[in-house]
């Protein structure tokens, strides 16, 4: 079993940054991939970023240029800088790790507000 505690999230203006946090306990080595998603209300959830134990990263695109994700194995966290930040990036965004064997753990979820 692997344990997501995510933080970060916030109220923020349109064009500000917030940086998301995510630090993972448990089972680490059963981990290859980290990411974030989102859901807005009504919508479907939606990766976001993702970062691979060999540092591969994937950017939607819908935020490209704006979002980073990045990695510390040491302290087996994940992080999601978000600037540039517009009012349709307002969801709940979920922290996730992928298994080597097809587990996904999925975090409690952190609330990203941007007012226009």
């Known amino acids: 079993q692997v344990q997501l505690v995510e933080s970060g999230g916030g109220l923020v203006q349109a064009g500000g940054t917030l940086r998301l946090s995510c630090a993972a306990s448990?089972?680490?080595?059963?981990?290859?991939?980290m990411g974030w998603y989102r859901q807005a209300p009504g919508e479907q959830r939606e990766l976001v970023a993702q970062i691979t134990t060999g540092s591969g990263t994937y950017i939607a695109g819908s935020v490209k240029g704006r979002f980073t994700i990045t990695g510390d194995n040491a302290k087996n966290a994940v992080y999601l800088q978000m600037n540039s930040l517009k009012p349709e990036d307002t969801a709940v965004y979920y922290c996730?790790?992928?298994?080597?064997?097809?587990?996904?753990?999925w975090g409690q979820g952190t609330q990203v507000t941007v007012s226009s």
């Open positions: 996730a790790a992928d298994s080597f064997v097809q587990n996904r753990y």
């Open positions: 448990g089972s680490i080595s059963t981990i290859k991939a």
